[in-house]
């Protein structure tokens, strides 16, 4: 959530900014700063009366014990309504607060100004590439034919036991799954990440404080008796971690990681696009999360970037890094770098990995803040992104790497697996 401060200091570069992103803000800054006027009027106005009231009340003593009980008892009938007037500034101001803060939530995080203008996928910037594209014979087959082929993934039973979008792994499958899932944490542990295995559901206010609700609530699944959350993403219950907490500065930079399940609904995705582990509505991923001193969070960024790197050229998998433009942000980030990997049976690159800076924007609504030298508290930045998103990471590995005699595995992953080949 942005800050009423840069709001009010900073009204028309907060219009601009925006505009990146495609958003018209202008009449909803306008309207923030017009509530918010009115809400401090009517804050300063019962502050003043409540003041009153207090010299009045040392008055009305004062002429008790003079005898003056006329008098008096006029002066309790002026306090009388002038703490009926400040009840009523305090109604109205409790109101203001909530139209302004149902406001706030509707604007979304300023973009960096490194984000390039942009209205969808098409115009994010190529960052940079690496790896080699595997040339396939004519007979490869797409992942979801391989894992029908070596039974190691069961999408039909998926459907039986929950729905679509909720596979079944099944023996080499299933152990690639925990593989990948061991290999990641424990390279993101040799990177200074502290584990974390965290709830797979959050209550509302954790939605809140990571950006997700009110947003995406369409996308969320949605436990409605006790009002919980299936998460979409280990960055919702690791990142509140820290809401309402004051960390001290020599505690910075925080360093988490988590693997969990992630739930998705996914609503409006259909076509090629869903088809096997494109898009799923369950699947594992894990997460690396960073809570960081505002002038340190963007080299924080670069570094979290090149560490994803160093896991995907790890798994020998031709990739791309790409800077997303405006149109293509998420709400709550100021800055995002997507990774996608190429699936070669498929010929098409896959999204494994979001790496985002959300500066003050997720620390503002959660009152994530440290102490800075002066012992005042300040919001931190957040950062996080995924170290990986395993499904189509899957996928690549299994189209890349087959072969006559089956699918090959990298190298890093073969003390997880306990065997070379799926077959």
């Not at 960096?112 to 080699?132: F, I, M, P, T, Y």
């Amino acid at each position: 959530m942005l800050t009423l401060k840069l709001l009010r200091e900073e009204p028309e570069f907060v219009i601009e900014r925006l505009s990146v992103k495609n958003v018209d803000a202008k009449e909803t800054v306008y309207k923030i700063l017009e509530i918010d006027a009115r809400r401090r009027a009517a804050q300063t106005q019962a502050d003043a009366l409540s003041a009153e009231q207090k010299k009045t009340a040392a008055a009305i003593g004062m002429l008790m014990q003079q005898g003056n009980r006329q008098e008096a008892e006029q002066m309790k009938v002026k306090a009388s309504e002038s703490r009926e007037k400040v009840k009523e500034l305090l109604q109205e101001q409790e109101k203001l607060e909530k139209d302004l803060n149902d406001m706030l939530v509707l604007l979304p995080n300023l973009p960096h100004a490194l984000v390039a203008r942009g209205k969808s996928a098409e115009d994010n910037v190529l960052v940079r590439e690496g790896g080699q594209v595997p040339v396939l014979s004519q007979d490869a087959l797409p992942h979801w034919e391989l894992a029908k082929k070596y039974d190691i993934i069961d999408f039909d039973l998926g459907v039986k036991l929950t729905g679509a979008g909720f596979p079944v792994y099944k023996g080499q499958g299933a152990r690639l799954q925990f593989a990948l899932i061991s290999y990641f944490l424990d390279e993101n542990a040799s990177a200074g990440y502290k584990e974390i295995m965290p709830p797979i559901m959050v209550n509302e206010d954790s939605g809140y404080g990571t950006g997700q609700l009110p947003d995406k609530s369409e996308q969320m699944y949605h436990a409605g008796l006790d009002n919980f959350y299936m998460i979409p993403t280990a960055e919702v219950p690791v990142t509140n971690i820290y809401r309402d907490v004051i960390i001290n500065r020599s505690e910075l930079p925080v360093k988490l990681t988590a693997y969990t399940p992630c739930f998705r609904r996914e609503a409006g995705s259909y076509g090629k696009d869903v088809r096997g582990l494109n898009r799923l509505h369950q699947f594992d991923k894990v997460e690396i999360v960073q809570l960081t001193h505002p002038s340190d969070s963007y080299d924080t960024l670069d570094q979290m970037v090149k560490h994803v790197e160093g896991l995907v050229q790890s798994l020998q998998l031709p990739y791309r890094i790409i800077r997303l433009c405006g149109g293509d942000i998420s709400f709550t980030s100021a800055m995002t770098y997507d990774f996608e990997v190429y699936s070669a049976a498929q010929g098409r690159w896959l999204e494994v990995s979001s790496v985002s800076n959300f500066e003050t924007f997720q620390s503002n609504r959660l009152k994530a803040r440290f102490r800075d030298e002066d012992g005042k508290p300040q919001l931190v930045h957040t950062l996080n992104g995924s170290s990986l998103a395993l499904p189509r990471i899957v996928a690549a590995l299994l189209e890349n790497n087959q072969t006559p005699d089956g699918i090959m595995m990298p190298e890093v992953l073969h003390k997880y697996l306990h065997f070379n080949k799926i077959q």
